[in-house]
């Protein structure tokens, strides 16, 4: 099943559970939460606190997406404060088949972003040892920027290369996503699509946002309990 995953970037931080529950009582599958230093991109965001914040808010999966550079020594307080995923940059480690194993040795799942310009090969060896490829459809640093249509031929050939592998890594895609192109990312091979804007800006809230998300990829609501 294809999963959504709203980025709380967008949402109104003076209400984080709020908008957080509202994305889990409209079937969201889990929560993005953007990471920024100010070195890797010029913003900066959220830290080990907001996840923390998160966790006390919902039961969802936490997926932290760390544009940090040299992200090692600050991995366990995300894990401490209930992340379930942690993305690193492929273009931010110096070692990134350390800094993999590092995340899984904290018990968490590991995933592997790249950058709009990264060469896909960049990531190629380290396919069958991660648990997700997050493809950015824009440069990171910011929320609301247009999805780049490249990306999709991105998403295509890297899903065709983790079929050639017999890896089974979730394929990700990040910026942009919106329900006019959420469809065409699906087609592409993207299974887990992540929206900032497009949820939380949403007219009617982010329960509508996600419901108008989930409609696109062919969702329709919550899955049925049990
Ligand atoms: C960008 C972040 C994205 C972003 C998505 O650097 O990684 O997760 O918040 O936001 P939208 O959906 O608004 O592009
Ligand atoms: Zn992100």
């Not at 690193?88 to 018990?107: C, D, M, N, Y």
């Not at 887990?192 to 996600?210: D, I, S, W």
């Amino acid at each position: 099943m294809i999963q959504l995953a709203p980025s709380i970037l967008a949402a109104d931080l003076a209400r984080l559970g709020e908008e957080v529950r509202a994305c889990e009582e409209a079937g969201a599958d889990r929560i993005h939460i953007d990471v920024m230093d100010n070195h890797f991109v010029p913003t900066l965001t959220m830290g080990p606190q907001t996840v923390a914040a998160c966790r006390r808010s919902t039961s969802l999966p936490l997926e932290v997406h760390l544009m940090i550079l040299e992200p090692d020594g600050i991995l366990p307080e995300f894990v401490e404060a209930g992340a379930g995923l942690l993305t690193v940059h492929v273009e931010a480690v110096r070692q990134l088949h350390r800094t993999v194993a590092t995340v899984h040795r904290l018990g968490v799942r590991a995933g592997v972003g790249l950058n709009p310009a990264t060469p896909l090969s960049s990531i190629e060896d380290v396919l069958p040892e991660v648990e997700l490829v997050l493809v950015m459809s824009v440069d990171p640093g910011f929320g609301g920027q247009a999805f780049l249509p490249a990306a999709l031929s991105r998403l295509r050939r890297l899903r065709a290369r983790i079929s050639e592998l017999g890896a089974s890594c979730e394929l990700e895609v990040d910026g942009g996503v919106v329900p006019e192109n959420a469809g065409r990312c699906v087609a592409a091979g993207a299974d887990v699509l992540v929206a900032g804007t497009a949820v939380f800006a949403a007219e009617g809230g982010p329960a509508q946002g996600v419901r108008c998300l989930l409609e696109r990829i062919g969702r329709s609501g919550p899955p049925p309990a049990g």
